[in-house]
Structure formats: structure tokens, C-alpha cells
């Protein structure tokens, strides 16, 4: 069966992927029930039936394959997810509107000298692993920015991830429009005062761990962890594309919007 054009692109096979709770398994087997099912490699389109953690793992397992994605809430927040109903899934996808957005792409070093690549949807972010402060360095481009951040850590944004862990630690809400990351410290010491900055998203941010032996530090990529780093490079990488499909009137855009006027 047919389930709507859009963009030129027919909506005939559906995989329906669930998180393994109750409401999320009862969702999907009655998805299936109603419209049919094939594997997801064989989809036009991923109906991801969870929260926002199962729609970033659900994002970061067809990363790279230009698969379409289409999430509906049976988590919590749900701030990725569209709201859920078993009815009319041919109109909704019809109409949805699609925006694609690129992921950020982490370079980790460790302190045996092994490199570790991972992307990330949210965030990038550097955490003190003991009960001492982080010490980092921070370069632009090659330019040192920062000599000495002192803090719990830092991290690097993209605009899908301002509203999660970055506004937590009361960085800035990008625009999805904005060609931008955000650098948000995480509880910092020193500098005193230090906001953080926003950076073009061609910019290429390299943080050194300093006294990486009595300070360890991790490096966290949604949900990809390596421990006792001692330089990470972070840039965006714009050679990967990432579809979300939303409902008209429910895009990221008009939600990221709302945040920022706190409803």
C-alpha cells in the first residue's frame, strides 16, 4: 500500500522501531497491525516509536544510509517526537515536513595515544572524571582561545542539541537555521564570568586536556563514551545528512522557537 508522496518520494515500505518499554511495544505492534511492516533496511521510512534517547539511537543507527525518519512520543519529553496516533499515518506523512541537519563529528585521543571517532546529534561534551576540576585549553581553528578553562567541563553544540544538555548548563538556543555551534562550559571555575561562545559551524574546536594524569577527563558523544582523553577535536560534519520528517506546525524549528519564549 501506498503511503503518500512527498517530495517525490513514495512512502510504500514503513519499519516500525520501538524502545522496549510497554507503551512503546504496544505502539509498534499496533502500527503493524494497521498499516504492515518491513525491515528496516528494506524501509522507505523509519517510524521510531520511543523517546528522544530511542530517536537519537534510532538516528545514530541509519546515520549515513538517507533513510527518512519519523518520530511519534512514547517516552517522556519527547521534544524530537511528534505526538502519537495510530490513525490517518498516510496524511501525516504526506504532509510532513522534512529538515535535514548534520551531525558533530568527535576526534578523541586518549593518553595512550589511540583515536577514537564518534558523531554526535546533541552534543560533544568533556567531563571531569574525579572529585578535581577539569583543566582544558581550547583552540580555534588552530588559534588559542582559551589558556585555562577550570570547570566540570565543556561542550560543543549543534542547534538540535542547544535545547538539551547546552541549555541545562545555561548555554544559548540556536536557530536550526543558524550556521552555528554553541561552546558552553559546564559549571566553570575559571575564567569567572565565562559564558562561552558561539562559533560558525565550519569552525574546527580542538580542547586540550591539561594535567590529563591527576585531572582525568571523558569525552562524550550522545551517548558514545571514552575516558581519560587528552585532546579532542570537535567540527561539524556537513557531509552527513540527517532527515527528520514532522508534522506541520510541530517542526524542530517552531519548536526550538517556543524554548526560547519557555513554553
Known amino acids: 500500500m501506498a503511503i503518500g508522496v512527498k517530495a517525490g518520494i513514495r ?8 524502545n522496549e518499554t510497554a507503551d512503546g511495544i504496544a505502539a509498534r505492534d499496533a502500527l503493524i497491525s494497521r498499516y504492515g511492516h518491513v525491515d528496516a533496511e528494506e524501509a522507505d521510512i523509519i517510524v521510531a516509536l520511543g523517546g528522544d534517547g530511542f530517536m537519537l539511537q534510532t538516528l545514530h543507527r541509519f546515520m549515513g544510509s538517507n533513510k527518512l525518519i519519523y518520530g511519534m ?27 535535514t541537519v548534520h551531525p558533530l563529528l568527535m576526534e578523541a585521543t586518549d593518553r595512550d595515544g589511540s583515536v577514537s571517532r564518534a558523531r554526535a546529534i546533541n552534543e560533544v561534551a568533556l567531563l571531569r572524571q574525579s572529585y578535581q ?15 585555562e578553562l577550570a570547570g566540570d567541563g565543556v561542550m ?9 544538555y547546552n541549555l541545562a548548563a545555561h548555554g544559548p538556543i540556536l536557530p536550526l537555521e543558524a550556521k552555528m555551534m554553541a561552546l558552553t562550559p559546564i559549571s566553570a571555575f575559571r575564567p569567572r564570568g565565562w559564558r562561552g561562545a558561539l562559533l560558525p559551524d565550519k569552525a574546527r574546536v580542538t580542547i586540550e586536556i591539561l594535567e590529563a594524569e591527576k585531572r ?8 558514545f563514551e571514552l575516558r581519560n582523553v587528552r585532546e579532542v577535536v570537535v567540527a561539524m560534519d556537513h557531509d552527513t545528512d540527517l532527515v527528520l520528517l514532522h508534522d506541520p506546525g510541530h517542526s524542530l524549528n517552531e519548536r526550538i522557537l517556543r524554548e526560547q519564549f519557555g513554553y
Open 133 to 147: 576540576a577539569a583543566k582544558m585549553r581550547i583552540y580555534i581553528d588552530g588559534k588559542e582561545r582559551l589558556d
Open 73 to 99: 512520543n512514547r517516552g517522556s519529553i519527547g521534544f524530537l517526537m511528534n505526538d502519537f496516533s495510530v490513525f490517518n499515518l498516510e496524511g501525516r506523512l504526506a504532509a510532513a515536513e522534512a529538515k
Open 216 to 223: 582525568p577527563v571523558s569525552a562524550v558523544a550522545d551517548h
Open 11 to 18: 512512502f510504500e515500505r514503513i519499519a516500525f522501531l520501538s
Open 156 to 164: 560543543v553544540a549543534t542547534p538540535v542539541g542547544s535545547t538539551a
